[in-house]
């Protein structure tokens, strides 16, 4: 079978623009925070709230995306993506008022939110299956670069006076308009013309894919996927679908409750409390960004040959580890020879490397077609919904009970995360995704 590599790349890299963008939106408030806490005096509970309101609009976002993506397509879906994060750098970046930030972090939110979800979705369903680990990380890769370029134009703006926050946000706009540019040239995915009975666009699809010698045999194949189905949220109570849900939307609290927005959202501030000052925070924040990266491509090579399970354990054993180690150093207010830096970097990187990118492709390959677009909206909206309360009250926990103990909290969750994959987790790499809805629905029957 021979399949057209170039075209499949092109798509999958357009939809991973959104995770740029995400990347980019959820990371710059790391910088700006200084700068929104002046100039709206913010206490540590208002700062809570502004910096984690994004994550309001997140979780909206996430819940009417897979209405969106059901009725109007995976592809439509990203252009209003691209739309909201446009016009919520421009707002917030101009805003005065507390209530005109929040506002417009809110309608970043809803695309951050839903391209959380509908871009490893589009990219899982134009992917082979002995490629779709690489390339729905690719995702991920788009993620952390969109960070690290947040915290390279946070240390660029931070000289720009009192105003710098403000051009920090805004600077979103353009690639926000670029990213809606290029999604003019990529088709909707098979699987939801299939959906639609549009059969004669979907076969030129696959044809364009993957040439027309299996066409009949894959539309036939996704074809009886939908039979007598239609996408509800009802249906993610019915008993064939109900452990898989389950086991997704675990995932997803874990990915946040481990504490890996509280570090990147926080961590120029948590670098200060050791001594340095703004820029040099700021700095020591790019390390994190350029490892977060670094880790990724780790996890893009590794992904469809270790496989997902064994890199969610290595991942979550290292996280507890390292999150520890820099509790006990804030504990004992040792913060000499770069240790704390050394394992923040060393946490980062277990993350990048396993729960940031393998957490996206199993959430987006685990679903069965008729449930797919309920189902991962249902398990991003938990997501945001866990990242929300992780993000409210980190500042209001490192100032009531401190920096170490808040650290041991993510620590402990990592161990319970730990446990739970150990005992419930099902390999899933080198299956169609067809095939992975035949082994769920085997294993709830049994």
């Given amino acids: ?120 979705m589009y990219i899982a369903e134009m992917a082979l299956p002995k490629w779709r680990g690489r390339l729905v990380a690719i995702y991920q890769l788009a ?23 403000r051009w920090m946000l805004a600077s979103q706009t353009l690639p926000s308009i670029l990213f809606l540019s290029l999604l003019f040239l990529v088709p909707e995915t098979p699987r939801w013309l299939i959906m639609k009975r549009q059969n004669t666009a979907a076969r030129k699809v696959l044809e364009k894919m993957k040439g027309s010698e299996t066409v009949e045999h894959e539309m036939m194949v996704i074809e009886k996927s939908f039979q007598g189905k239609t996408g509800s949220w009802k249906q993610l109570l019915n008993k064939k679908y109900r452990s898989v849900v389950i086991v997704g939307v675990l995932i997803a609290v874990f990915l946040q409750v481990t504490g890996i927005n509280a570090i990147l959202y926080y961590a120029p501030v948590i670098f200060k409390e050791t001594g340095l000052d703004n820029a040099a ?46 509790g006990l150093c804030f504990q004992a207010g040792y913060f000499d020879h770069y240790i704390v830096l050394i394992f923040m970097l060393l946490y980062v990187a277990a993350f990048g490397s396993t729960l940031g990118a393998v957490g996206w492709v199993y959430l987006s390959e685990i679903f069965p077609n008729a449930i797919r677009s309920h189902a991962l909206a249902l398990a991003t909206l938990v997501l945001w919904t866990a990242d929300f309360a992780v993000t409210l009250t980190f ?52």
């Fill in 281 to 326: 925070s700021l700095m020591q924040t790019i390390g994190i960004g350029v490892i977060n990266m670094a880790a990724t491509f780790v996890a893009i090579g590794l992904v469809d040959r270790v496989g997902r399970r064994a890199l969610f354990l290595y991942g979550l054993a290292l996280m507890g580890i390292s999150l520890f180690v820099v």
């Fill in 143 to 165: 993620i952390v670069f969109g960070i690290l370029v947040a915290y390279f134009a946070n240390f660029i703006f931070e000289s720009w006076g009192h105003n710098s926050w």
């Fill in 1 to 120: 079978m021979k399949t057209n590599n170039r075209f499949i790349l092109l798509a999958t890299c357009i939809a991973a623009f959104g995770g740029i963008l995400f990347g980019y939106d959820t990371a710059v408030i790391s910088g700006a925070i200084p700068g929104i806490r002046s100039y709206f005096s913010l206490n540590e509970y208002y700062l809570g709230w502004a910096v984690s309101s994004i994550l309001v609009g997140c979780a909206i976002g996430a819940a009417i995306a897979g209405i969106v993506a059901d009725k109007y397509g995976r592809r439509i879906g990203l252009m209003a993506c691209a739309v909201f994060f446009a016009v919520s750098g421009v707002g917030a970046g101009l805003s005065d008022s507390l209530s005109g930030f929040i506002l417009f972090r809110m309608i970043g939110g809803l695309g951050v939110g839903a391209s959380a979800m509908l871009s490893p």
């Fill in 395 to 446: 500042p209001i926990l490192t100032r009531h009970v401190g920096t170490a103990y808040t650290l041991f909290c993510y620590a402990a969750l990592c161990a319970a995360a730990f446990v739970y994959m150990l005992l419930k987790l099902k390999e899933t790499k080198g299956r169609s995704l067809e095939e992975i809805e035949t082994f769920f629905k085997r294993e709830a029957a049994e």
